[in-house]
């Protein structure tokens, strides 16, 4: 009796527990943080309705994440998760239970439209029946939910068991607590491939593939072996195919099948379940299990997840805004850090693109590159934070070219086709012209001409109508393919891209043609195109027949075949790509036009009154401004290029303010892999990458008060760049005037080496626009002639006034701006004459302190100026001061006594002799 009472006292202290953390909260996400570190905002909650995001235990860039997966996904390989919401009164709200058949060990892109592949589901179940399929489902309470990074707990209510789970790079951990006494089902799924399963007693474990997705893989070899352990010795088990089960069966390899094994428990008893998934083999994965995960200490491996969140997350640190602000910044942190995800397994990767075991010693493989998206902002971002991480996946596009012989342009976790343009040319280009350099820049080179200039294979699209493209400059719309307006404008992009690294890499010939290229978005634009009713401004990209005809009828909100399939934008949201050549797109306009059309663009949007219902923005709702689809994310930015910064100010704060919420809705769209996070954490610092490898970021409007990047190490130690904003609120929202580094900034953009060589941005808002700053020097794009290759920055001079005699010191920071060595030679003139002169050699990126030393002896007493480059600047030179004149008599008189002396001692010496 007293044993029974003490089990059933440990059971109500844990349900008690649960409830009453969850009756102090009827909704699992966060209003308020944790604590004070920066894991404590994060809410991997937010996403999850719409967004495609999951609340499951992951590490950054986990090889395997580890996610509940709703009913429905027992028989489907999309988006594992998504948070219910039900209609009620015409508005949308979250529903209070959902079904859950499982946690899956996953390798679903977060945030993405793909499916997930080589992926197994850990089952527990209760009671005298084990289920298979959809029918093994539990109902959850979305109250009994908690996530935070690298763990997901909630309660099986049908089971009765409450499940936790956390991981590292490639091994989960579950635990698990039994409300009742009987008996307990674990069953594995293998999902919809051709899976096998091999249980071994004698070993308590399960072992097996999943093939799940195989078809991703050019060569139809690619598999998620696996090995699951239990800390409870099972006493009976079975596989299953489909809904017919074999009690006692040890093995099964057939489509959609697993097995299950089976033990007693009692009420409140643990149980931990491991598993690890390996792409090489079981005895990988099982070395895996044992690198990562040796024993079953649950909280110590979800304390290890934590404290990596932790120091990651802390390389930005905000100050100011509500808390409100920083769970939504730093679970947009989270986000974007998750993914490409690391897909090697300690010095060895097995490659989908030529079915081998290949070495990466000394790197990580990765994979799952959403390109379409990622390359608008979240590689910029990474480049930042994670700059070696970023070069091994540098290292892993140019393995995969040279093993299927193309750079994909989606890898899942082969070729998949997906989306238009090949924007690995960005991604490359981009962190080779930022000083990530160290892969095969050539052989990158080489696979990105490739894309642009051969036809692609069968298995793979590349760049689809790249004959019509080179041979039309545009690709038409009666050739057989759709999209070909956007194909048109992202290809013109991206020989924009390959150009700057033929540039870099003094590729003359290679920079003339595709610069040449980089202009065909001109040949989809029709000036003439008219708006729609009640539209005054003309001009915007239109189909267009290989005859040189316009395509007829033209409603700019219309969507059309030939702009993105399946109806991912609209002529009035793609005008605006050409992210190279901004200045290109205002001279076609107008500059009045220009502007005008942006005003209407935003000021029409259906998006915040559809977010604002809980409804969702898919394609065709949305006309005008459309935040959640990525060809929009730039575009609040380019009234900077017209000289309106104040409007990028509004729109930016709009824009974070309307379309970025807390909880599962709190996405306007799909994260697609972290992108739309990226945006939000680029916009709320302040800044943003228009167009990534220009090397430029535009500046925009901060909602935090003081935000420091913590540069890591590959920068330089100890270097950190710093935003200062004063009088920030959410009504003072213009930027009045600005400082880098202590001097005035006129100019509403930044060079990547004045963030990476570490500095400070001040930042002074008002209520009011100051139509006066940052409209002198818009950032440069092909069509402007701004870009340098050296900046000049730093100057100043050690004093105002010195006197005659003493040493003027005239300080320069020399930064090479470009992608090549480059010497430049500085002249320092003093009153009009040069009278110094230094050559410095400069890398890629590289930054320099230069030192000029005026000697004032010769000067005459007055004013002097001096004049460096672009700088100018004027000095006093006074008369000696008392103090040194004094030394300089004493030094005098002293020397006149040792010359003295010197004499008379030669005197008296002669005289000796005579």
């Not at 989306?419 to 050539?442: C, N, P, R, W």
């Amino acid at each position: 009796m007293n044993r029974e009472f003490g089990r059933s006292l440990v059971v109500m202290t844990i349900f008690l527990l649960i409830f009453i953390n969850s009756a102090s909260a009827s909704v699992p996400w966060l209003t308020s943080p944790r604590g004070t570190d920066p894991v404590d905002y994060v809410d991997p909650f937010i996403g999850t309705r719409h967004g495609h995001t999951n609340p499951g235990a992951a590490v950054p860039f986990a090889m395997t994440t580890w996610d509940p997966v709703r009913k429905e996904q027992a028989s489907d390989i999309s988006y594992p998760y998504e948070y219910i919401f039900i209609e009620e009164g015409g508005r949308w709200k979250p529903a209070d239970t959902m079904e859950i058949a499982g946690i899956r060990g996953s390798h679903f892109p977060s945030g993405s439209c793909m499916s997930d592949y080589a992926c197994i589901t850990i089952m527990p179940m209760f009671g005298s029946e084990v289920k298979t399929g959809p029918e093994r489902s539990s109902r959850i309470r979305h109250e009994t939910e908690i996530a935070t990074p690298g763990y997901y707990a909630v309660t099986f209510d049908d089971y009765g068991i409450r499940v936790e789970v956390t991981s590292t790079m490639r091994v989960g951990l579950l635990r698990l607590t039994f409300e009742n006494s009987g008996n307990a089902h674990i069953l594995i799924d293998t999902h919809l491939g051709t899976g096998w399963s091999k249980i071994i007693p004698e070993n308590n474990e399960i072992v097996g593939y999943s093939d799940v997705g195989l078809y991703r893989a050019p060569t139809g070899e690619f598999k998620g072996y696996y090995v699951v352990t239990f800390s409870k010795q099972f006493t009976s088990w079975g596989t299953y195919q489909g809904s017919t089960k074999n009690p006692g069966n040890t093995e099964v390899r057939a489509y959609n099948s697993g097995a299950w094994v089976s033990f007693p428990v009692s009420a409140g008893e643990v149980v931990y379940v491991k598993a690890s998934i390996s792409f090489i083999s079981v005895e990988q994965a099982r070395y895996n299990m044992q690198a990562e995960i040796p024993g079953w200490d649950f909280d110590g491996v979800r304390q290890q997840a934590r404290q990596k969140w932790n120091q990651l997350l802390s390389m930005i640190r905000v100050e100011g805004g509500t808390d409100a602000d920083k769970i939504k910044f730093y679970t947009a942190l989270y986000h974007a850090l998750l993914l490409p995800r690391v897909s090697s397994e300690y010095g060895k990767y097995f490659s989908a693109f030529d079915a081998r075991v290949h070495t990466c010693d000394g790197w990580e493989f990765y994979n799952d590159f959403s390109m379409w998206d990622t390359f608008r902002a979240l590689q910029a971002l990474q480049i930042f934070l994670v700059p070696e991480r970023v070069r091994d996946m540098m290292r892993s596009l140019v393995a995969m070219y040279e093993q299927g012989g193309w750079m994909p342009k989606w890898p899942n976790p082969g070729y998949s086709s997906i989306m238009i343009g090949t924007h690995g040319d960005s991604l490359v280009t981009e962190a080779y012209l930022k000083g990530i350099t160290d892969f095969d820049v050539q052989k990158a080179y080489e696979a990105m001409v490739k894309n642009a200039t051969q036809s692609p294979p069968p298995f793979y699209e590349a760049r689809t109508g790249i004959e019509d493209y080179m041979t039309l400059g545009y690709c038409p719309t009666d050739r057989g393919y759709r999209e070909s307006v956007s194909l048109t404008l992202e290809y013109a992009y991206d020989d924009w891209c390959i150009a700057q690294l033929a540039k870099a890499l003094g590729k003359d010939n290679d920079h003339r043609y595709f610069m040449q290229r980089a202009t065909n978005w001109r040949n989809v634009y029709n000036p003439e195109a008219p708006g729609e009713p009640g539209n005054p401004y003309k001009g915007y990209v239109q189909g267009r027949k290989s005859d040189g005809t316009w395509e007829e009828p033209f409603d700019p909100r219309g969507y059309y075949a030939y702009i993105t399939q399946p109806n991912e934008g609209n002529p009035w949201q793609y005008t605006w790509f050409a992210p190279h050549d901004v200045q290109g797109l205002i001279d076609a306009m107008g500059k009045e036009n220009f502007i005008g059309k942006l005003e209407r663009l935003f000021e029409k949007s259906e998006e915040p009154s559809l977010l604002a219902d809980n409804r969702f923005t898919e394609q065709g709702r949305v006309r005008y401004y459309w935040h959640g689809n990525e060809p929009s994310h730039h575009i609040a930015y380019l009234f900077v290029y017209a000289g309106a910064p104040w409007r990028t100010q509004y729109w930016v704060r709009n824009v974070l303010e309307t379309r970025y919420r807390l909880g599962p809705h709190g996405l306007p769209g799909n994260d697609d892999c972290g992108q739309m996070s990226a945006w939000f954490i680029f916009s709320s610092m302040g800044f943003y990458p228009v167009c990534a490898p220009s090397l430029t970021y535009v500046i925009g409007s901060p909602i935090f008060d003081k935000i420091t990047i913590n540069l890591p190490s590959f920068y330089g130690q100890n270097k950190k760049f710093e935003i200062i904003v004063y009088n920030n609120s959410p009504t003072n929202i213009y930027v009045q005037s600005a400082k880098l580094n202590g001097q005035p900034l006129e100019r509403a953009w930044l060079w990547h080496s004045e963030i990476i060589n570490g500095g400070t941005l001040e930042l002074w808002m008002g209520p009011n626009p100051n139509t006066n700053w940052g409209v002198s020097e818009p950032p440069p794009s092909m069509s402007s002639s701004t870009v340098s290759d050296i900046l000049l920055s730093n100057f100043s001079l050690s004093a105002n006034s010195i006197s005659r005699g003493d040493i003027l010191k005239v300080k320069v920071t020399v930064t090479n701006q470009s992608s090549r060595v480059v010497e430049k030679t500085l002249q320092l003139k003093l009153d009009g004459i040069v009278v110094d002169s230094r050559t410095v050699s400069l890398q890629p990126g590289e930054s320099l302190p230069v030192v000029f030393n005026i000697y004032s002896h010769a000067l005459s007493l007055g004013t002097h100026t001096i004049d460096l480059e672009n700088f100018q600047a004027s000095f006093v030179v006074g008369t000696p001061g008392l103090g040194s004149t004094f030394i300089i008599a004493i030094i005098s008189v002293a020397a006149f006594i040792v010359l003295a002396f010197g004499f008379y001692v030669l005197r008296m010496k002669k005289g000796r002799r005579r």
